[in-house]
């Protein structure tokens, strides 16, 4: 009795897939445990489909661990440039070598077209550059700044206006992204790119946080 129950429910599940022959193409899961022949027939068709499942999610897997690599080597790449950068600013001797170690280091490593710097307080040596500018804390012009200055993180992404004008001025137009590391003792650290897709919000800050905290205890040597 139960074999003649058995034969008649596998008919009807085969009467019923021949009625949705794209069942199998909702739960491609299923399609990769049956067992079907291999010889020559309609029946391959099946077997044709598991391979190229089977090559997909090869596809899928050889990209992804393509993809994991490649962030590898520039995750050891930028781990590198970070600690050397440290080595670096440790061992200026002026707060302004310190400066100009941080943004040769900025402009090289994160490629970018402008590096801008927003000092509170002079630096010795640092009077004729184009790239650095002094306004004190308390000035009404870092009011598009405070809550970054407060909170301390990096901001990658197209900066509101107001503050692409503060930091670029005349080149405002040529900067279409920027990285901005805000140090609430010191200032302000802008790498401006012309690529609009160069910095983004979402992307990974980490190193550019290392950096400015290093930049930041290198500087706390010079203070009085």
């Not at 661990?65 to 440790?90: G, W």
């Not at 002094?134 to 107001?162: S, T, Y």
């Not at 010191?186 to 690529?195: C, E, T």
Request: charged letters at 25%; aromatic letters at 6%; a negative charge.
């Amino acid at each position: 009795m139960s074999e003649t129950v058995e034969k008649i429910s596998a008919h009807e599940v085969a009467a019923w897939l021949r009625r949705h022959p794209k069942f199998l193409q909702q739960f491609p899961d299923l399609a990769m445990t049956l067992v079907v022949p291999r010889e020559d027939g309609p029946a391959a068709s099946l077997a044709g489909y598991q391979l190229e499942v089977l090559r997909d999610k090869n596809r899928e897997l050889s990209r992804r661990l393509h993809d994991l690599f490649a962030i590898s080597q520039e995750n050891e790449r930028l781990a590198v440039r970070t600690h050397q950068l440290t080595l670096a600013l440790m061992r200026q001797t002026t707060p302004a070598g310190t400066v100009r170690a941080l943004a040769a280091a900025l402009a090289e490593d994160f490629n970018g077209d402008l590096v801008r710097v927003v000092l509170f307080a002079p630096v010795a040596g640092l009077e004729d550059t184009d790239w650095v500018q002094v306004v004190p804390r308390e000035d009404a012009l870092l009011q598009p700044f405070v809550d970054a200055l407060r909170e301390g993180e990096p901001l990658c992404g197209r900066l509101h206006p107001d503050k692409q004008s503060l930091l670029y001025g005349a080149r405002v137009e040529d900067v279409q992204s920027t990285a901005l590391l805000p140090l609430d003792a010191i200032g302000l650290i802008a790498v401006g790119s012309r690529d609009a897709n160069r910095f983004y919000p979402g992307m990974g800050t980490l190193f550019l946080r290392m950096m400015g905290e290093a930049f930041a205890a290198a500087m706390q040597r010079f203070a009085h």
